[in-house]
């Protein structure tokens, strides 16, 4: 495939098949996005790979929290804080996802987005309970055989997560260059005990995201296509 074939053919994946990735395939995969550029070459992150019983050890983990999380709704003040100390629901703290409503714009595209991909799933937007079982395949990785956890270290600052997320896209890329498809999960960098109690991240270390992979399957959702900006809209006018 050309670039702009797998540029165009790279969507986020949330539905897998049931086969693994192999050991070297991996290994390949994680060499390309190593070849991304970092600031000053400092390549500030670590990479956690889980795949088999790990995975899915994590996966439980990660539902049950979730779980609990649907449950704080219907709680009161003192109902949602004892809850939220028990099961260590308390969210990433540091590059943690926007907890409620985006900001302004954002929102408008965040809602456009959902509504988009509910409609290819057939569910009706104020169906919640249908909603809340879509979300909650992100935490078994929508049945992908395969997860990475991208950390960063933050003393390198903003560089840290822009250089982050250089190699992530080239980790997806390379996905799709190969067969594969991905999906970077914000879900996933939610609570991160789950992955910290089988790998030993190096202290300091922040988690940036999740992304799952595995061999496509050819679910309805996966046709999704979300729409994109515009160049016209993308561009800043001139004075
Ligand atoms: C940082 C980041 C976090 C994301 N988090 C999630 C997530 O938690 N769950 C999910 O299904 N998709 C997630 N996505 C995928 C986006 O929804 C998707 O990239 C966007 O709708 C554009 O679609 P495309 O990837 O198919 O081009 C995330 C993407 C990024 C870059």
Redesign the pocket.
Known sequence: MTFEEVNKKR??V?DFLDKPVSEDLIQELLKEALEAPSSSNTQPFKVVVATGDTLQAIGEDLTNKYRKSLTLRKKNIFGKLITAYQYRLTPNKVYQTIQGKYPGIYQDRRVK?AIGLYEVLGIKKEDRKKRNEELEK?FYFFGAPAAIWIYADPKMKYTALVDTGIFMQNFMLACTAKGLGS??????NLWREPVDKYYDVPKGYELV?GISFGYPSDAKVNS???EKLSVEELLVKKK
Request: net charge positive; glycine share 6%.
């Open positions: 969507r986020s949330r987005t992100n999906c970077p999960q914000g879900a996933l995201c999704y296509r979300p």
